[in-house]
């Protein structure tokens, strides 16, 4: 991985985040954002300009790729690049937790 993706991406925003981790299966841009508030309890709504804003730049950085087109509307999923960053960030995630609870977390 290259590192400036790595210093761009990692820690990931939390909408980067949750855009990644929807993208495990194939989706829109719409479809993210309701998998998002449901997700959250409506504790997180991400805004069309961030969501599409948002989806260009990992796309043009290699996260994310075109997957087919269903009733005009672009469908995406993750690369292994993005799966690569996502699963980073989740051990990031995990360690901060669990140091949170005191407890020791070996690399």
Known sequence: MEERIRRIYVPMTETGFYILFCLQTPQHG???GQQVRQMTANAVSISPGTMYGTLAKMEKDGL???????????????TPLGKE?????????????????GETVHA
């Open 85 to 101: 960053i996502l699963d980073l960030e989740i051990r990031r995630i995990q360690r901060l937790y669990k140091n949170s609870k």
């Open 30 to 32: 719409y479809g993210i």
């Open 64 to 78: 994310i790729a075109f997957y087919s087109e269903e009733e005009k509307r672009k469908l995406y999923e993750i």
